[in-house]
């Protein structure tokens, strides 16, 4: 079984920035890939960004050039750099880890609250 913990969450006033971390732990697996997916209430999860363990990288449209995605493979630990913050991001955000046998497994989610 993999654990997947958020961390990093918080409430930030627009045009601020927050780091988000998350950590996946367990034993027996390979990660495929890790991402950040967030929910408002009412709304359907949406991709934030994703990142394979090579390094490439996915990004949802409404956050390109303000959000960054990095990962630390020997760590099982990627980062979502959030800057410039609107209250449109204003939402739960949820790591989302893909073995490589495409098993997905889901941390609890981050209350991320932005303010105007």
């Known amino acids: 079984q993999v654990q997947v913990v958020e961390s990093g969450g918080g409430l930030v006033q627009a045009g601020g920035s927050l780091r988000l971390s998350c950590a996946a732990s367990?034993?027996?697996?390979?990660?495929?890939?890790m991402g950040w997916y967030r929910q408002d209430p009412g709304k359907q999860r949406e991709l934030v960004a994703a990142m394979t363990s090579g390094g490439s990288t996915n990004y949802g449209d409404s956050v390109k050039g303000r959000f960054t995605i990095s990962r630390d493979n020997a760590k099982n630990t990627v980062y979502l750099q959030m800057n410039s913050l609107k209250p449109d991001d204003t939402a739960v955000y949820y790591c989302?880890?893909?073995?490589?046998?495409?098993?997905?497994?889901w941390g609890q989610g981050t209350q991320v609250t932005v303010s105007s």
């Open positions: 989302r880890v893909v073995s490589i046998w495409s098993n997905y497994f």
């Open positions: 367990g034993s027996g697996f390979s990660i495929s890939s």
